[in-house]
């Protein structure tokens, strides 16, 4: 079983920024695209962004495009998600996970095999 950790989450004004880190302790995740999700209370996991296993493609959700940016530093073997012009309605815990595939960002969760405990990030008005 792949362990999968992520930190950064906290408390933030609106209008502020949050650096998130994912990272799957004892095993490389090279070769396997990432991506993060996301779950406000009372509604169900969406999708965030996703980045390819070599980084070059990318995808994210309208709601963030703009905002978020997501990466991946293979020689760390750990993912970020940089969240800029945080706004309440991105409150939610955020959730890192393996992808099944390797060159495809998909969107859809079922592509995604491992998933870590999530973090929460609450942003402020």
């Known amino acids: 079983q792949v362990q999968v950790v992520e930190s950064g989450g906290g408390l933030v004004q609106a209008g502020g920024s949050l650096r998130l880190s994912c990272t799957t302790p004892?095993?490389?995740?090279?070769?396997?695209?990432m991506g993060w999700f996301r779950q406000a209370p009372g509604k169900e996991r969406e999708f965030v962004a996703a980045i390819t296993w070599s980084g070059y493609n990318t995808n994210y959700a309208d709601s963030v495009k703009g905002r978020f940016t997501i990466s991946r530093d293979t020689a760390k073997n750990t993912v970020y998600l940089i969240m800029n012009s945080l706004k309440p309605e991105d409150t939610a815990v955020y959730y890192c996970a393996v992808s099944r595939y390797g060159s495809t960002s998909y969107a859809n969760s079922n592509a995604y095999a491992h998933w870590g405990q999530g973090t929460q990030v609450t942003v402020s008005s």
């Open positions: 004892g095993r490389t995740f090279s070769g396997y695209a």
